[in-house]
């Protein structure tokens, strides 16, 4: 049973660092692009960075230049690196991976979700 376990979050100041894990649990998984999500109270669920297992990467244009993500295929974890953090990037942050099935499909599974609070 594939499951996502994330860990990072917390309550730092304005200017400070985070950095958020999420590790796939499984066995025999092919794991293709992974993610991150962040849901801020009173809105939509937008998405934040993802990486390909190629490692091309993509960010949203807030956190462009501030964050950083990464991947361990040995270890099937994704990084979420968060410099020069803002109060805006309060939010509850969500990782996303897609397993492949097949040859053609895969399936998509949702961290947990974990709390980042940044104080002014």
């Known amino acids: 049973q594939v499951q996502l376990v994330e860990s990072g979050g917390g309550l730092v100041q304005s200017g400070g660092s985070l950095r958020l894990s999420c590790a796939t649990s499984g066995s025999g998984l092919s794991i293709g692009s992974m993610g991150w999500y962040r849901q801020a109270p009173g809105k939509q669920r937008e998405l934040v960075a993802t990486?390909?297992?190629?490692?091309?990467?993509n960010y949203a244009d807030s956190v462009k230049g501030r964050y950083t993500i990464s991947r361990d295929n040995a270890k099937n974890t994704v990084y979420l690196q968060m410099d020069s953090l803002k109060p805006e990037d309060t939010a509850v942050y969500y990782c996303?991976?897609?397993?492949?099935?097949?040859?053609?499909?895969?399936?998509?599974?949702w961290g947990q979700g974990t709390q980042v609070t940044v104080s002014s």
């Open positions: 990486i390909i297992s190629g490692g091309t990467t």
């Open positions: 996303n991976v897609n397993v492949r099935a097949g040859w053609s499909r895969s399936n998509t599974y």
